[in-house]
């Protein structure tokens, strides 16, 4: 029984991620090391669930039975944590850009409340260190719950509101979500289109720019210049729309 003398001792890894991801706070932290809590978690529930089924078992019966619910409840957590990570660690960039929060001020309200309680989780465990101790705080796994559920929707409606885009814009199929949302996060940024014109026109390879970000003309891939008859102004329009001009 000797899981029973320190059954936390495993302790919660913490990544700390500076500039590169942006929360409310200036540092943001996520969690690594699942394989290595993985792996003393499945051993602990291997051996307790052994231990339940031991015909000298008795004396120690309720201790067993009160361990193996915690390491269930544990391994329910860091389940639903690694895939809140894996969610969050996506739409977040995405929602720090304020072209997109405007437009989509629903979804954007929603992420600031998963974002809350992302940041709260992960400065605690970043302070506390220790599984158990975590993952035994009163809600969690609920909170975790929920914010899956909310960044499952908050995806989906990701998701149309990328298809309206190519919707309006047929070529934006050419591009990955990925891709399509660099465009997107920049709106006032015309210029943002550059790197991805090869993708969505056969041999438009850059446009040209004035002072005024108003767009005379177009250069092949092998430089060739074609100069346009009307300037298009990209700023009365959404990118979906001038880009087909």
Not at 83 to 105: E, N, V
Not at 109 to 123: D, H, Y
Not at 193 to 215: A, C, G, S, T, Y
Request: with cysteine; charged share 25%; glycine share 4%.
């Amino acid at each position: 029984f000797f899981f029973f003398n320190d059954p936390a001792t495993t302790e919660i890894y913490t990544e700390q991620i500076v500039g590169s991801v942006r929360c409310v706070q200036e540092t943001a932290y996520i969690l690594k090391g699942y394989d290595e809590i993985g792996a003393v978690l499945d051993e602990n529930i291997v051996n307790t669930q052994a231990m339940s089924f031991s015909p000298f078992k008795k004396p120690f019966e309720d201790r067993i039975t009160q361990w193996n619910s915690q390491l269930l409840l544990m391994s329910d957590i860091l389940e639903e944590w690694a895939k809140c990570q894996g969610q969050w660690m996506y739409l977040q960039p995405i929602f720090d850009s304020p072209d997109i929060a405007k437009q989509l001020p629903v979804e954007s309200k929603k992420f600031k409340m998963v974002n809350n309680t992302w940041v709260t989780l992960l400065t605690h465990a970043k302070t506390v260190k220790n599984v158990l101790k975590v993952c035994t705080i009163e809600g969690v796994l609920d909170k975790l719950r929920e914010a899956n559920n909310n960044l499952e929707l908050i995806q989906k409606e990701l998701n149309n509101y990328l298809e309206k885009k190519r919707e309006a814009f047929a070529r934006f199929y050419f591009l990955s979500n990925d891709d399509l949302l660099a465009i997107l996060s920049q709106t006032k940024d015309p210029t943002a289109v550059q790197p991805h014109l090869r993708n969505v026109f056969e041999n438009i390879n850059k446009l040209q720019f004035d002072d005024q970000k108003f767009i005379n003309a177009m250069y092949s891939a092998e430089g060739e210049k074609i100069s346009f008859v009307n300037v298009v102004d990209p700023t009365v329009k959404g990118v979906e729309y001038w880009m087909g001009d």
